[in-house]
């Protein structure tokens, strides 16, 4: 198993920046695609970006692209999300996710595909 730790949202105006991070303990950190996610009060929770294992491939959702960025740190077992120009719509809980994959093929957007969740972090955005 592997666990999953988030940090770094906070309540911020809109065009700030922040960087939220994953922490991730337990099995070996580069044996997982990571993903970020968020849930906005009253909707679905929805896809926001992804990293595969060696950090070669990048995916993100239309809305964040050009914004967010996403990376990885295997030696330190992180993964971070760095939000830029923020908007009033990017409030969410914030989840950082783990999917367990044998080969380095890519990233995945599907949150089923994923089998580890971390408890979530707060991103307000005041316009």
């Known amino acids: 198993q592997v666990q999953l730790v988030e940090s770094g949202g906070g309540l911020v105006q809109a065009g700030d920046s922040l960087r939220l991070s994953c922490a991730a303990s337990g099995r070996t950190f580069s044996w997982y695609v990571m993903g970020w996610f968020r849930q906005a009060p009253g909707k679905e929770r929805e896809f926001v970006a992804s990293?595969?294992?060696?950090?070669?491939?990048?995916s993100y959702a239309d809305s964040v692209k050009g914004r967010f960025t996403i990376a990885r740190d295997n030696a330190k077992n992180t993964a971070d999300l760095q939000m830029n120009s923020l908007k009033p719509e990017d409030t969410a809980v914030y989840y950082c996710?783990?999917?367990?994959?044998?080969?380095?093929?890519?990233?995945?957007?599907?949150?089923?595909?994923?089998?580890?969740w971390g408890q979530g972090t707060q991103v307000t955005v005041s316009s």
């Open positions: 990293i595969s294992r060696s950090g070669g491939r990048l």
């Open positions: 996710a783990a999917s367990e994959s044998l080969y380095d093929t890519g990233t995945r957007i599907r949150q089923y595909e994923y089998n580890y």
